[in-house]
C-alpha cells in the first residue's frame, strides 16, 4: 500500500492533509503510550497485549519501521502466552529505544496533547494506576506547561492534587484516578478487546434535554445513523443545529459512540475542546454522548 493510495480499515480513503494529520497523531500517541507503559520501569502481560492490539489497529503506521519491529517482537513474546526475564529485558529497552529516538516536533500543543492521551493510555493498559505512575503523571504534567490550560489537564491536574494533598496515595485514589483517565481516554480495552481510538466518556449529567429553540451541535460518528439523518431528527424536535463550532447559542453538544478519522486529538475533536473551554468560562454548555441524547427523541 502506498502513501498515495491510502485508505483507512473502513476503505474510506485519505486526502494528502488528513493522512499527514492522522499519522502525526498515530505518532504522537505511539510515543506516549510507550512512555506510559515504562514509567513504572515494569512491563506486564496485559500492557503487552494492548500495545500489541493498539499497533495493529493504527494503519498510519504500517510503513513505520520502529513500529513494525515492536509488532515483530511483541508477537514473538505472545506466541506462547509466556515472557521469560530475557524477552522482558529485550521488549523493555525496544520500548525505550523508540522512545529515545521518535523525535517529534513539541512545539504544537496538539502534538503535545496527543502524547499525554497516549501516555495515560499506556498507564491503564494494566487495568490498574499504581503510585509510581501516579507520581510520574505529576511530574510530566508539571515539567510540560504548556498545556496546563487545554483540556482534560485541568481535569487530571485537580484530581492529582487531592490525591496529593495528605501526602499518602491510596489504592482508592488510584482506582479513581483509573476510573477518570479512561473516562477522559474512552479506552474501553479491558472490556471489549477493542484497542481502536475512542470517544471521551466524560459527559456531564443532565435531568431534562429540552430541543425546542436549543442550540444542538453534534460530532463525532453516530451508531444510530448519519451525521444529516442525526440532525434532520434534531430539528424536527424543534433543535437549531450549529454545524460547525460551538457558540453562545449552543446548549448541547452531542458526541457520537465512535470516533471521528479526522479529529485533531485521539479521544476528541476541537468541537468538544471548545465546549470544555466555554464551560472553564462559566458558559451553560453540555456535553453529551449518543446514548443520553436518544433517551429523549
Given at each position: 500500500m502506498?502513501?498515495?493510495?491510502?485508505?483507512?480499515?473502513?476503505?474510506?480513503p485519505y486526502n494528502r492533509s488528513n493522512f499527514t494529520h492522522n499519522q502525526q497523531k498515530a505518532l504522537c500517541s505511539l510515543k506516549g503510550l510507550l512512555?506510559?507503559?515504562v514509567c513504572d520501569e515494569s512491563l506486564k502481560p496485559a500492557e503487552l497485549l494492548f500495545l500489541n492490539a493498539w499497533l495493529k489497529d493504527h494503519e498510519f503506521l504500517q510503513d513505520d519501521p520502529d513500529s513494525a519491529d515492536l509488532i515483530d517482537a511483541l508477537?514473538?513474546?505472545?506466541?506462547?502466552?509466556?515472557?521469560?526475564?530475557?524477552?522482558?529485558?529485550?521488549?523493555?529497552?525496544?520500548?525505550?529505544?523508540?522512545?529515545a529516538y521518535k523525535d517529534l516536533?513539541?512545539?504544537?500543543?496538539?502534538?503535545?496533547?496527543?502524547?499525554?492521551?497516549?501516555?495515560?493510555?499506556?498507564?491503564?493498559?494494566?487495568?490498574?494506576?499504581?503510585?509510581?505512575?501516579v507520581i510520574f503523571l505529576t511530574q510530566w504534567l508539571t515539567s510540560n506547561p504548556d498545556i496546563a490550560e487545554i483540556w482534560p489537564v485541568p481535569v487530571l491536574a485537580k484530581k492529582i492534587v487531592e490525591i496529593l494533598e495528605d501526602g499518602i496515595i491510596t489504592k482508592d485514589e488510584c482506582s479513581e484516578l483509573y476510573q477518570l483517565v479512561n473516562q477522559v481516554t474512552g479506552n474501553d480495552f479491558n472490556e471489549t478487546g477493542d484497542a481502536s481510538d475512542n470517544p471521551t466518556q466524560l459527559f456531564d449529567v443532565v435531568e431534562t434535554i429540552t430541543h425546542t429553540d436549543?442550540?444542538?451541535?453534534?460530532?463525532?460518528?453516530?451508531?444510530?445513523?448519519?451525521?444529516?439523518?442525526?440532525?434532520?431528527?434534531?430539528?424536527?424536535?424543534?433543535?437549531?443545529?450549529?454545524?460547525?463550532?460551538?457558540?453562545?447559542?449552543?446548549?448541547?453538544?452531542?458526541?457520537?459512540?465512535?470516533?471521528?478519522?479526522?479529529?485533531?486529538?485521539?479521544?476528541?475533536?476541537?468541537?468538544?475542546?471548545h465546549a470544555k473551554s466555554m464551560q472553564a468560562k462559566g458558559h451553560k454548555i453540555f456535553i453529551i454522548s449518543e446514548d443520553q441524547w436518544l433517551t429523549t427523541i
Open positions: 502506498t502513501k498515495s493510495t491510502q485508505f483507512d480499515k473502513d476503505g474510506q512512555t506510559g507503559i508477537e514473538d513474546v505472545l506466541e506462547d502466552g509466556v515472557m521469560t526475564d530475557e524477552e522482558h529485558e529485550d521488549i523493555f529497552c525496544l520500548v525505550e529505544d523508540v522512545i516536533d513539541y512545539s504544537c500543543c496538539k502534538d503535545h496533547l496527543n502524547v499525554l492521551l497516549g501516555i495515560l493510555k499506556g498507564i491503564t493498559a494494566d487495568q490498574e494506576i499504581n503510585e509510581s505512575e436549543y442550540g444542538f451541535c453534534f460530532t463525532g460518528k453516530f451508531r444510530s445513523g448519519s451525521r444529516s439523518e442525526i440532525e434532520s431528527k434534531a430539528l424536527n424536535l424543534g433543535a437549531i443545529v450549529i454545524k460547525k463550532t460551538p457558540t453562545l447559542s449552543t446548549h448541547y453538544v452531542v458526541v457520537g459512540s465512535l470516533s471521528s478519522r479526522d479529529w485533531a486529538y485521539s479521544s476528541h475533536g476541537r468541537k468538544i475542546e
